[in-house]
């Protein structure tokens, strides 16, 4: 699975939009780009996911560039409630042989958001 | 649905104890997961399994056994615990419906052991 680089942490303003950045220069052809988070105390929780495409859901929107080196996940308008750590994640969608859902976790990025 | 659960939610060993930690779901998911993360870090998978009566390794297995007898629950066991077991794990569990389609994990609330 291919590395990937986040900023260790983030503010944002309330109501404003978060965008954070993740960059994955070794993806391959056939990996995705994934978005968990984790609140404090919580476990981890999916977000959304892309491949090449702009992808939108109830959450947030995930922005990959063309060249599919880096991407930025979106939170249109944060809130006090998505203060949490942000995790990206590049893997194949279905790994052959054992390592089926595997997800390897990097330390993320840590969203604050300001009231 | 209560989703993922898992028992207990807290736990204090000392070294050399052993315990088993459950993990329960639900949704009828053919993959569950343990993960642990220490302070400051992201998850590390332990275990994993892709069906009821089949488990494999993860990155970090040494120390832990794990049984999947039934298909809602999957079960990790610390024999003889160590300080450096220290921390929180997480269960989770996944479908897998082929194709093109993505299923997430749905991760349980955590158990925070401490082993003095």
């Known amino acids: 699975d291919a590395k990937t680089t986040q900023p260790p942490s983030m503010d944002c303003a309330e109501g404003r939009a978060a965008n954070l950045p993740c960059n994955h220069s070794t993806i391959s052809g056939n990996e995705y780009v994934y978005w968990y988070r984790q609140i404090h105390s919580q476990g981890p929780q999916y977000i959304i996911h892309?491949?090449?495409n702009n992808e939108t859901n109830e959450m947030a929107s995930l922005i990959i560039t063309e060249d599919r080196k880096s991407s930025t996940l979106i939170l249109p308008h944060a809130t006090l409630r998505d203060t949490a750590v942000y995790y990206c994640?590049?893997?194949?969608?279905?790994?052959?042989?054992?390592?089926?859902?595997?997800?390897?976790f990097g330390q993320g990025t840590i969203l604050t958001v300001h009231p | 649905n209560a989703g993922v659960t898992q028992t207990p939610k807290f736990r204090v060993l000392k070294t050399g104890q052993s315990m088993t930690l459950l993990c329960a779901q639900d949704?009828?998911?053919?993959?569950m997961y343990w993960y642990r993360q220490d302070p400051g870090m992201g998850l590390r998978l332990i275990h994993y399994?892709?069906?009821?009566?089949?488990?494999a390794k993860g990155e970090v297995p040494d120390g832990y056994n794990v049984s999947r007898l039934k298909k809602q629950n999957f079960l990790l066991g610390l024999e003889s615990a160590a300080p450096s077991q220290t921390s929180v794990y997480f269960c989770?569990?996944?479908?897998?419906?082929?194709?093109?389609?993505?299923?997430?994990?749905?991760f349980g609330p955590g158990t925070r052991l401490t082993v003095l």
């Open positions: 949704m009828n998911h053919e993959y």
């Open positions: 892309g491949l090449k």
């Open positions: 989770a569990s996944s479908s897998f419906s082929g194709g093109s389609s993505y299923n997430e994990q749905f």
């Open positions: 399994s892709v069906g009821e009566g089949t488990t």
């Open positions: 994640i590049v893997r194949v969608l279905h790994a052959g042989g054992t390592s089926y859902g595997k997800l390897t």
